[in-house]
């Protein structure tokens, strides 16, 4: 009798326990058509589906804190949330809508869980209530893609990088543990797109992934850095890391898990849950102006027809604020060679910073300076207030190339001492953004991207890469493409000329990258001297602003096409289209217009721009939102189109 009394309750507990490692949280999306649900067992699992569709089978998510990794519910929590957010610095839009449901589980392990589910996409992050000091030894995010599909994948060979990386096509089953990626990186179970990123990175390790051999991928960390090397004026590598991810105390939440969905390509292009998801900014940025900056770097100072010595000096300068004068755009940027590398206070023989900023400001222009991370580190308080006396507006700060806890709390410290001083950043030599835009408003964009600037030594810039970054790398946050070449050429006429570089596909493919490509720091990278010898199209990019009051994606296809059309603060309309090597025609609707009628000027690939890829055509139309709009882009081919109202 008591051997059967034990074994009712072996099996009462067997049972009970059943429940627990079965037990399930279910949430869903504010239209009900994407459903999460977790379950809870040796670590958290969750599944995605999207219109009742599998495509995230049950996946593992964990954050092991110094062995606090048993996982039972002491509370659950749900809410639903709608509100609008208005940015600081708009990007796609001057409103954002922020509408989401929400679950919390709070387990017994002094750690919470957090998802929230919006229209477009879902996304998690793990929350500590722990107090004192503590270590995260790792963390387990896994996505178990459901059934076949293909990645866009920026694939790297180690976490030292500049992430600037071709997306590849693979296969998911291609997609095996040997294939490091940053983010953020696209993938497509089925007929839809996900896109996976991270946002709200502070004080912590960025996510990578690597493919698991079966169908997805998972993440993966730079661990904290033990020993580290100088190998350069502005090289700093990690030789040998720390067996945990980050140091901790107290309560913290940790970086967002982001995963977009997109049943059509385009849908891509308007979701900003980066920015939704960004830690809320705190203090005054009102001072933050966006605007355009002419770049020096990218054709080595090569201005001509001239009458001085071009080069670093402050003659050349002048003349890029003259041009910038000319054309209203709002900044200059000395990048590299304007000081020592290894002394921000030592200028170039030939420059004086505080004469060309007192010049600038009497053409209404203002300036910008680049530093390598480095030396800017050793130098920051110091070099900053300088830099503020001088009446410098902003700062490119470059090279980092990491993003361990260390170097991801180095960009907020820069953050932070920039805006005591009303200056704009740029991070180049940097890891994607994070929703930075959110939360300090004056980082204005950063690099992480293949750019323009390969343009000066490889082919690799091709149509079908610059169509492909507004679906990939563009969807984490604004990037410093540096578009603005005027030497457009084909593939068979492409040749390195680091000093008077050339760009592949046609004249308005490059210009179409203004109305594509978000940057509220956005750049002209070509020599002055070519802009003055280009008035047509600087017609247009006089105009074009360099933020958006709203975005309308009007068609696309990852790495082959994408048209945009993107309202100006002022209520002008831009139109903007670009194609790969493949020449397409479009019929386009304008119902995104108000009623009544608008001129419309356009500049579109000129009838022999097959062959000559400068040629181009303007022309003015009368348009209404009932006008049908048809387009022809050149192989390699671009359009844009400014809609004014009269």
């Not at 949330?81 to 679950?103: E, F, I, M, R, T």
């Not at 963390?139 to 059934?147: D, I």
């Not at 696309?556 to 831009?574: I, L």
Request: aromatic share 12%; with cysteine; glycine share 6%.
């Amino acid at each position: 009798m008591k051997f059967i009394k034990i074994l009712i309750l072996a099996l009462l507990f067997s049972y009970a326990t059943g429940i627990q490692a079965q037990q399930k949280h279910v949430l869903y999306s504010p239209d009900h058509k994407i459903e999460v649900t977790l379950s809870i067992a040796d670590s958290v699992y969750y599944t995605v589906k999207v219109d009742q569709k599998e495509l995230i089978s049950a996946s593992a998510i964990s954050l092991d804190v110094e062995g606090k990794n048993k996982w039972k519910v002491a509370k659950t929590s749900n809410a639903k949330h709608n509100d609008v957010l208005h940015p600081v610095v708009w990007q796609k839009s001057k409103d954002v809508a922020d509408v989401y449901n929400q679950l919390r589980l709070d387990f017994n392990n002094g750690l919470a869980l957090e998802w929230k589910a919006f229209d477009n996409g879902v996304s998690w992050r793990w929350l500590s209530k722990l107090k004192g000091d503590f270590l995260v030894k790792s963390e387990t995010a896994k996505f178990n893609f459901k059934g076949s599909g293909k990645a866009w994948y920026p694939q790297e060979e180690q976490f030292f990088s500049h992430n600037e990386r071709e997306y590849k096509n693979y296969s998911l089953n291609q997609l095996d543990d040997k294939k490091l990626a940053s983010l953020p990186a696209l993938f497509q179970v089925g007929d839809v797109k996900l896109l996976l990123t991270e946002s709200d990175l502070f004080n912590y390790a960025g996510m990578w992934l690597r493919g698991t051999g079966k169908g997805g991928v998972r993440g993966v960390f730079p661990a904290y850095p033990k020993v580290k090397a100088i190998t350069s004026d502005r090289d700093e590598q990690v030789k040998q890391r720390e067996d945990y991810l980050a140091k901790a105390n107290g309560e913290q939440n940790f970086p967002w898990r982001v995963i977009m969905v997109a049943r059509e390509d385009k849908d891509i292009l308007v979701n900003q849950m980066p920015y939704l998801l960004g830690r809320p900014s705190t203090g005054d940025f009102s001072w933050v102006k966006p605007g355009k900056v002419q770049w020096d770097w990218w054709h080595y100072n090569n201005v001509y027809e001239v009458d001085f010595k071009a080069g670093i000096n402050n003659d050349t300068y002048k003349y890029y604020i003259d041009v910038a004068s000319k054309y209203g755009i709002e900044y200059v940027l000395l990048d590299e060679g304007w000081c020592d590398t290894r002394d921000l206070m030592k200028q170039a023989p030939g420059i004086d910073v505080a004469e060309l900023a007192v010049y600038a400001k009497s053409k209404n222009v203002d300036l910008l300076l680049w530093s390598s991370w480095l030396v800017l580190d050793k130098q920051l308080d110091m070099a900053l207030d300088q830099f503020q006396k001088w009446g410098i507006k902003g700062i490119k700060v470059d090279f980092m190339q990491r993003d361990d806890q260390e170097m991801v709390n180095y960009y907020e410290k820069v953050a932070i001492a920039a805006a005591k001083r009303k200056l704009l950043v740029d991070f180049h030599g940097a890891y994607k953004p994070t929703g930075w835009l959110r939360t300090y408003p004056n980082i204005m964009t950063s690099e992480g991207v293949l750019g323009n600037e390969i343009s000066k030594f490889a082919g690799s810039i091709t149509p079908s890469h610059t169509a492909t970054l507004p679906f990939t790398r563009m969807a984490a946050g604004p990037m410093d493409f540096t578009p603005g070449g005027m030497r457009n050429v084909h593939k068979k006429e492409w040749a390195a000329a680091p000093a008077e570089p050339m760009t592949l596909g046609t004249r308005c493919n490059q210009m179409a990258m203004y109305v594509i490509y978000e940057s509220p720091l956005q750049m002209l990278c070509d020599i002055p001297t070519h802009y003055l010898k280009e008035p047509q199209s600087m017609e247009f990019i006089k105009a074009v602003p360099a933020v958006w009051a709203k975005t309308v994606a009007l068609n696309g296809k990852v790495g082959e096409y994408v048209t945009m059309a993107r309202q100006a603060a002022n209520g002008d309309w831009y139109l903007g289209a670009m194609t790969d090597w493949t020449g397409r025609d479009f019929e386009l609707s304008l119902s995104f217009l108000s009623e009544g009628e608008y001129e419309m000027q356009v500049w579109k690939d000129g009838i022999n721009a097959d062959k000559n890829a400068k040629d181009f055509k303007m022309e003015t139309l009368k348009v209404n939102r009932n006008t049908p709009l048809r387009i022809k882009l050149a192989s390699g081919g671009g359009y844009v189109a400014r809609l004014i109202k009269r």
